[in-house]
């Protein structure tokens, strides 16, 4: 049976979507079944992986969640051996539909995703969900659907401050409608060892978190490359698979693959 994890944080450019592409793709390295659904109105991880999030109008994650198809019918094959869920501007409008559509076949708004891809965790070792920048209605489906959250932590002062109101939000979603959503891990990324901010901020979240919350050995340090790599549509481990950082997303892969072993 596998798992199911969103990767979410309210504040942009902390590096969602990179995660998703590169732990997937890390993941899928090492063996494992592995599906990616984009769950962001912006297509970015489509666009990560190389798939035109256009191409895919009318067969997108939107017409999945408000049951046109199933699932199965939007999944894409990728090179990568993941399968992704490739989203658009169409799921912008999801929200609207919620709205005059609360329930659907007894399935209330927040638990439609959860209704798509919990049936697939005997097929994937691994479900991972990318979201958008915000706690609306897309991110709130993504936590309900979710078992686990992996919370990428930019090391910056603002990200650090806006971790406890994160935190809230998990834990309204866990006290309202899902009880079985922990938190695998925080994952400090944006890191530039060079300057004593990074340090510092690194430094502060272990030792704030320490015996509450995980927070990854894995640090994913700042390069160019993790820009480069989504413009010829390729994860870090197949556009440098040489290079420090997708040895990171490695390394970050069987830390999440023995966090099963211990029972999470």
Request: overall charge negative; aromatic content about 10%; hydrophobic content about 40%.
């Amino acid at each position: 049976m596998g798992r199911i994890l969103a990767v979410t944080n309210a504040k942009g450019g902390v590096g969602k979507t990179s995660t998703v592409a590169n732990l997937g793709a890390a993941l899928a390295l090492e063996g494992k079944s592995v599906l990616l659904v984009d769950f962001d109105s912006q297509g970015s991880l489509t666009w990560h992986l190389g798939y035109d999030p256009d191409d895919y109008r009318g067969l997108s994650i939107y017409e999945a969640i408000i049951g046109k198809h199933q699932l199965p019918d939007s999944m894409i094959e990728t090179k990568y051996a993941v399968h992704l869920v490739p989203a658009n501007l169409d799921l912008s409008a999801v929200e609207l539909d919620f709205l005059s559509d609360f329930m659907t076949d007894g399935v209330p708004w927040q638990s439609r995703l959860r209704q798509l891809v919990y049936d697939y965790k005997e097929y994937y070792d691994f479900v991972l969900i990318d979201t958008g920048p915000s706690f609306g209605v897309l991110t709130i489906n993504a936590l309900v659907a979710a078992e686990e959250v992996i919370i990428p932590l930019s090391c910056d002062y603002l990200s650090m401050r806006g971790l406890g109101q994160l935190m809230g939000v998990l834990r309204k979603v866990k006290d309202r409608w899902n009880q079985e959503l922990t938190i695998a891990g925080v994952l400090a990324t944006m890191y530039d060892g060079r300057t004593k901010h990074s340090r510092e901020v690194l430094q502060e979240t272990r030792k704030a978190l320490a015996g509450k919350i995980l927070v990854f050995d894995t640090v994913i340090r700042k390069s160019v490359k993790f820009q480069e790599a989504p413009l010829v549509g390729e994860p870090i481990t197949v556009y440098d698979p040489g290079f420090w950082g997708s040895k990171s997303y490695r390394k970050l892969a069987q830390e999440v693959i023995d966090l099963d072993k211990k029972g999470r």
